[in-house]
């Protein structure tokens, strides 16, 4: 039995596309310019040092600010990385995924303020990150190309979309939960609107805000392979490839040195604000 | 200044209704007076937090706002402030409107007219002492030396000498709340408001800290509102007491006031149970002392005559200053029945037999009292500082007062 309506909904977005495309290519382009310039800039930063120099400044950034532990994971991590023939590849994913985590949270951290502050921002909000979040990834790579071509920048467009929704939620979630009494007392004291956020709502919503950027790492390292697909290069190139050639020990190794990258970038970021979220759970 | 008697802090038919339409009950009170908060929620989907509540506190006076969990106090208490900006009515800080002030001007009495006590403490976690005494003078924005100097002498005052950089966490309950002391008078605040203070401390440290509040506030002189659930602390720390019931304030009064004439109903029942030894004192009890006294220099006929007219077993014998010398019994000074003469010119084996004064300060609780009494067969004399008469408490008053408790 036929449906009685089709509605072309696939047509109007195609349509909606193509104008914005067509009409707004200048603002994709200065997007494009952007983001190349940053992954550019860290790429070239992270391939050019020498791999030693790399590791003992990575292993002691982890030791200084989450001990000594973290220091031996974050050795063993990268010399993993480096023993198994991947450093200079493992240093683009590197500098593909900051760069991506960078954005996300430049914009998920305003988002997830504002959600906090206006329910019905929130109320808008919502649906959107669901659908973020919901939709298959590679959906989002038809309109990357279109917007922004083949290469490493739609790569990441794609995954700062994915990735973005831990980070706004997490933020959001963060600061809603700062213990209604504080907040009062920030009030009471004479905080300005700007001071209350700086001084008390971020500063007690970090353990969640570093989850939410925990997760955005996460993600975004998840999304390198899909990335691949659409011309980002890094260890997911090199993943796609096993995938294609049935190449098991191929995929291993890069499937390992992923994880390996996720390890280093999250013990380090979690370790930037360890001691003040443990003064913070310690309270609770 | 010197005749400025208005009051520090005024609140005039301040109404705090949660809920849109809350104008409608307020215009329509009569309607909704009658209802429960169930029924008023389910009706009107409002809930009512404070209603047509009114007082005033002097300056350099303790006010205390207690009543049961619900019954509209923190609410009422933070209608000052404006951490809930008041539904209908007015507040006052020294005859300024702070109900009127613009966001600007609001922010300023609350950065330097006032400090506020949190019942949880309400610091902040992640930093240490200082910082967390400093946050006052920090949104001010005085700079980091000054505001950190500051800080350290709210934290000496406190008692907290030496723990300035330690953390919230490391510290116990009662500690923890005297950083949120040292907090609300690091910006040397003219009121501080206290909401439920004490009452997340267990009971050994509660009353620890209520002394030592008691005696901080001697010191640095603040007019303070005060919300609590525990009328002993109430009648321990407050110079006047409101009660509040359902957002309501059903009676105002000193301790004493309270505790001897409780309003009827909910009042009376709140203070039924209260140990009253503990919290009346000789002061509230006592008598004048006209019909007990005579100057020493007094004849016995004079004094006969006196004890006779007053029925009184005992009498008092008073010098030029007003301080008690004898305590004449009665029985004793029919039987040595020297008349008419200067009780002095009696020789020395005829004068009556003089009982020992018991005398008291004012402040006595009827708990001591009542020890006392129990030692004794004379009335209790009260005395000021100077050992001058105030006014006597008879045995029977005691028990009276015992038995009304």
């Known amino acids: 039995m036929n449906f009685p309506v089709r509605i072309p909904l696939g047509k109007w977005v195609e349509v909606f596309v193509n104008w914005l495309t067509e009409n707004f290519s200048s603002v994709f382009d200065s997007i494009k310019v952007v983001v190349e310039f940053l992954l550019v800039q860290l790429d070239s930063l992270f ?66 303020i504002l959600a906090a502050k206006s329910p019905k921002f929130d109320m808008v909000l919502k649906p959107i990150l669901d659908g973020m979040q919901t939709i298959p990834s590679f959906v989002y790579l038809i309109p990357a190309i279109m917007f922004f071509g083949i290469g ?50 971020l500063p007690l919503s970090i353990p969640s805000i570093m989850t939410g950027v925990n997760q955005t790492v996460m993600m975004a390292l998840s999304m390198v392979v899909v990335a691949a697909m659409i011309g980002a290069g890094g260890l997911g190139s090199k993943i796609l490839y096993s995938i294609q050639r049935i190449d098991l020990g191929v995929g291993i190794e890069s499937g390992l040195g992923i994880l390996f990258i996720a390890v280093v970038l999250d013990r380090i970021l979690q370790g930037l604000t360890k001691k003040q979220q443990d003064a913070i759970m310690h309270n609770k | 200044m010197a005749y400025d008697t ?39 989907g409002c809930v009512v937090g404070t209603q047509k509540a009114s007082f005033q506190v002097s300056e350099g006076e303790i006010f205390c706002l207690m009543g049961l969990s619900g019954s509209g106090k923190s609410t009422l208490l933070r209608c000052i402030n404006r951490l809930h900006e008041p539904s209908a009515g007015k507040v006052f800080i020294d005859n300024q409107d702070i109900t009127a002030l613009s966001d600007l001007d609001l922010r300023n009495v609350r950065r330097q007219k006032t400090g506020m006590v ?13 910082n967390n005494a400093a946050l006052g003078l920090e949104v001010q924005g005085m700079d980091k030396k000054k505001r950190g100097k500051k800080a350290y002498e709210a934290l000496e005052l406190v008692g907290l000498k030496g723990w300035e950089k330690s953390y919230p966490y490391e510290l116990s309950g009662g500690m923890q709340q005297r950083v949120g002391l040292a907090r609300a008078l690091a910006t040397n605040p003219e009121i501080l408001l206290m909401d439920e203070a004490f009452s997340a401390l267990d009971p050994l440290i509660k009353r620890q800290m209520q002394d030592e509040f008691v005696k901080l506030i001697k010191k640095v002189k603040k ?71 005579l100057p020493i220099g007094c004849t016995t006929e004079e004094l006969t005559q006196k004890m006779n007219e007053n029925g009184l077993r005992f009498a008092f014998l008073l010098d030029e200053n007003q301080r008690v010398k004898k305590t004449v019994d009665y029985f004793n000074f029919i039987a040595t029945n020297g008349f008419s003469k200067s009780l002095e010119d009696i020789p ?13 300060p004012g402040n006595t609780f009827l708990e001591s009292l009542l020890n006392k009494a129990a030692d004794t067969k004379v009335p ?26």
């Open chain 2, 6 to 44: 208005s009051p520090k802090i005024k609140c005039e038919d301040v109404w705090k209704v949660f809920g849109s339409g809350s104008e409608n009950i307020i215009k329509d009170w009569d309607r909704y007076k009658g209802m429960n908060k169930v029924e008023r929620l389910e009706k009107t």
């Open chain 1, 47 to 112: 391939v050019w040092v020498p791999w030693p120099v790399t590791l003992i400044v990575l292993t002691t950034i982890g030791g200084l600010v989450a001990g000594r532990r973290v220091a031996i994971i974050t050795a063993a991590c990268l010399f993993g990385l480096g023993a198994m023939d991947l450093w200079i590849i493992g240093m683009s994913t590197m500098a593909l995924v900051m760069t991506a985590v960078f954005i996300s949270v430049l914009f998920g951290l305003p988002i997830g």
């Open chain 1, 152 to 201: 490493n920048v739609p790569g990441i467009i794609a995954t700062v979309i994915f990735a973005l929704p831990p980070m706004v939620r997490l933020t959001s979630l963060g600061i809603q939960q700062v213990d209604h009494e504080v907040t009062e007392a920030g009030i009471a004291f004479g905080c300005t609107p700007i001071q209350l956020l700086l001084k008390i709502q």
């Open chain 2, 348 to 360: 020395q084996d005829k004068r009556p037999s003089y009982f020992p004064t018991v005398s008291v």
């Open chain 2, 380 to 405: 209790l004399v009260v005395t000021d500082d100077q050992g001058k008469i105030q006014g006597i408490v008879p045995r029977e008053t005691i028990l009276t007062s015992l038995q009304s408790a």
């Open chain 2, 118 to 130: 949190f019942q949880n403490f309400a610091l902040l976690p992640h930093r240490n002492l200082v």
């Open chain 2, 223 to 293: 007019t303070i509102v005060f919300v609590t659930h525990d009328l002993h602390e109430a009648l321990r720390i407050a110079n006047h007491i409101a009660i509040m019931k359902d957002g309501a304030i059903v009676q105002q009064g000193t301790p004493a006031e309270i505790v001897l004439n409780p309003a009827k109903g909910y009042v009376e029942e709140f203070v039924q149970d209260l140990p009253k030894t503990k919290f009346i004192t000789a002061h509230d009890i006592m008598q004048k002392p006209d019909k007990w006294v």
